[in-house]
């Protein structure tokens, strides 16, 4: 199994990226992960999320926080939610000296992040770095989050890697890295 970066410029890309990755047999819902900064999350408005989409109720809200989102087949009208709003409205919310606020979601992620924020790690940077991430990447994800990037993550069989990487590059993805 292989570990893909990718940084979208804002959420409205990242929902995006999001979307065509998920189109794809590279990506099982399972292995996308999240971590949005709170300037991404105070900027968005996807179409139909209402006074704030983060107030989901019953299993959607349970499946999210859970960093599983309900299956969403075929097209939807065009004020439905998407998957990629259900997920993030499952963040959980950790500050880092170097990013601010950020809200990360996915099983993975989320369980990651608990493990090192625990051992008291401040830098955001230094968490990602424990990823296999290079320090240079890790710091450049860091930054870009904090000016209101979103980061999208995902594990992924090494026979789609290739497959994978093009899709992050069509959702307009930056620095992408693989580990």
């Known amino acids: 199994m292989r570990w893909i970066f990718g940084i979208y410029p804002d959420y409205i890309s990242a929902r995006k990226g999001a979307g065509l990755l998920l189109k794809e047999e590279t990506t099982p819902r399972g292995s ?6 709170q300037k991404a999350l105070d900027s968005t408005t996807p ?5 704030d989409f983060r107030e989901i109720t019953g299993d ?11 299956d969403i087949k075929g097209p939807q009208p ?6 990629f709003d259900h997920f993030v409205a499952g963040t959980k919310s950790v500050h880092f000296s170097d990013a601010g606020t950020v809200h990360i979601a996915g099983e993975v992620i989320t369980a990651y992040f608990e493990e ?3 051992q008291q790690h ?4 230094i968490v990602l770095s ?3 991430l290079g320090h240079s990447d890790a710091a450049t994800y860091a930054e870009k989050l904090k000016h209101g990037a979103v980061l ?3 594990r992924t069989d090494q026979k789609y890697v290739e497959r994978a990487i093009s899709i992050f590059e069509k959702g307009k993805a930056q620095n992408i890295v693989q580990v």
């Not at 179409?47 to 006074?51: E, I, L, Q, S």
């Not at 499946?63 to 309900?70: D, I, N, R, T, V």
């Open 152 to 154: 999208l993550w995902i």
């Open 32 to 37: 996308v992960n999240v971590i949005l900064s």
């Open 60 to 70: 959607t809200k349970a499946k999210a926080a859970a960093g599983k989102a309900p």
């Open 130 to 132: 424990k990823t296999g």
């Open 122 to 125: 401040t830098d955001l940077s």
């Open 47 to 51: 179409v139909g999320r209402g006074a």
């Open 116 to 118: 090192t924020v625990s």
């Open 78 to 83: 065009a004020d439905a939610l998407s998957w």
